[in-house]
């Protein structure tokens, strides 16, 4: 049985999205092959649970570890260590370059292809319309898509090619999306050389409880926006206007400062990046995206996992991202 393609324009596109994991789930379809290692996530006792093969059949137990680090989560997952980008030599400083294809759209036969992936078109009104796919390799069990500018007619979807840029049109395409998923999801969003593996502009939805910024205490900034006591550099807007949002993030990229978003309903998280910078020894195991931007660190790398404290993270946020009083200064212009 395999979860047929459908589109939804509910007010709470939440629900349906639930729905849409849990049927994946049920049918075994959110799957990861790993350099000869298999698994994902399914449905044991109604509850979403990782699963894991090695490449000689034995089953891994347990999958995915977390730990609490000062108000931060780090999550290993055996999973990802096996992806064939996490054994790359590690190089810190500049990230690498996204890639042109990595969805595979223009190879449909391919087994990472996108295209192959069932999907949920959600429309937004205006002729707006997106495609929700699991992600490849998804690091929430509870819900992990990505969201994709797309067509969709008839039980088909073709997704075109839109450059991963922030634009008006792109930023109020993603607060839309927010809005309309309610609380229990949040939308990120990586660029180029700040997170994103991929060229093509794609969105995360992510179905997990706040964010360590999300509950960090906010500091009002003169000229309507805030700040977290938190220690990267973030700039918090509070019933987000498309318009605002805009203005903040094409003043900074004018500077050569590209930024992370993290949105929930109405309220955007804007992280400015420090150009150049993308793996930090702090944090070897990956690149810094907006989930650990937020302060939810995937790791794929048990050793990194084990070894990482507080002190390693808060210092990967300062070497990450710029001070707020810089970002704020730049921001308004």
Aim: hydrophobic share 40%.
């Amino acid at each position: 049985m395999k979860t047929k393609p459908r589109s939804t324009s509910a007010p709470n596109i939440g629900e349906p999205l639930t729905e849409f994991w849990r049927e994946l789930l049920a049918n075994d379809e959110v799957k990861i092959n790993a350099d000869g290692a298999q698994g994902g996530v399914i449905l044991a006792d109604d509850k979403p649970r990782w699963w894991a093969r090695d490449k000689h059949g034995n089953e891994v137990d347990p999958v995915e570890r977390s730990r609490t680090c000062g108000s931060h989560r780090i999550i290993y997952n055996w999973l990802r260590g096996q992806k064939p980008a996490a054994k790359r030599e590690l190089r810190f400083g500049p990230p690498p370059p996204p890639q042109r294809d990595g969805f595979f759209t223009g190879q449909p036969r391919h087994p990472l292809s996108i295209m192959a992936r069932p999907w949920l078109g959600i429309e937004l009104g205006d002729g707006r319309q997106i495609g929700c796919v699991a992600n490849g390799f998804p690091f929430v069990a509870e819900g992990h898509f990505l969201a994709l500018i797309g067509k969709f007619t008839d039980g088909d979807i073709v997704y075109p090619w839109i450059e991963q840029y922030i634009t008006f049109e792109t930023i109020k395409l993603i607060l839309d999306l927010a809005l309309a998923l309610g609380d229990a999801y949040a939308v990120g969003f990586n660029p180029p050389y700040g997170g994103a593996s991929q060229e093509q502009f794609h969105g995360h939805v992510v179905k997990i409880d706040g964010y360590p910024v999300e509950r960090a205490a906010r500091v009002p900034l003169v000229g309507g926006g805030a700040f977290p006591l938190y220690p990267a550099g973030c700039l918090i807007l509070e019933n987000a206007s498309t318009e605002t949002i805009a203005s903040w993030v094409g003043r900074l990229r004018a500077y050569g400062i590209v930024s992370n978003l993290l949105i929930r309903e109405r309220t955007a998280y804007v992280f400015p990046r420090r150009p150049g910078v993308g793996i930090v020894p702090e944090f070897p195991a990956g690149l810094i995206a907006f989930s650990e931007l937020s302060g939810h660190w995937i790791s794929s790398d048990e050793s990194v996992y084990e070894a990482l404290d507080e002190d390693c993270l808060r210092t990967a946020l300062r070497k990450t991202t710029l001070p707020v009083d810089e970002a704020w200064g730049i921001a308004m212009g």
